[in-house]
């Protein structure tokens, strides 16, 4: 298989939240570059269209925007 993203993705298993109009969902981070992530939720039917990712344990934050998503899973890209 080809690889075509831009910058290398680290797996990783950390706790986060996203957080919109004053509000947080916890996810799981399961993999992390430097242009986006891989979110893991209960369910990715409550994620708006742009959010901030907040990983407390890092000090990480960033905004984001959806590129896909399946039941349980969110891909973002970093803005």
Known sequence: ???KRRSQRFRVLK???IAFEGNDLAC???NLSDGGAALDFAST???PPSFTLVIESNR????CRPVWAN???LGVAFE
């Open 28 to 30: 799981t981070v399961r």
């Open 60 to 63: 990480f934050t960033r905004r």
């Open 1 to 3: 298989m080809i690889e």
């Open 15 to 17: 706790g986060a939240t």
């Open 71 to 73: 039941e349980r899973r």
């Open 45 to 47: 039917l409550n994620v």
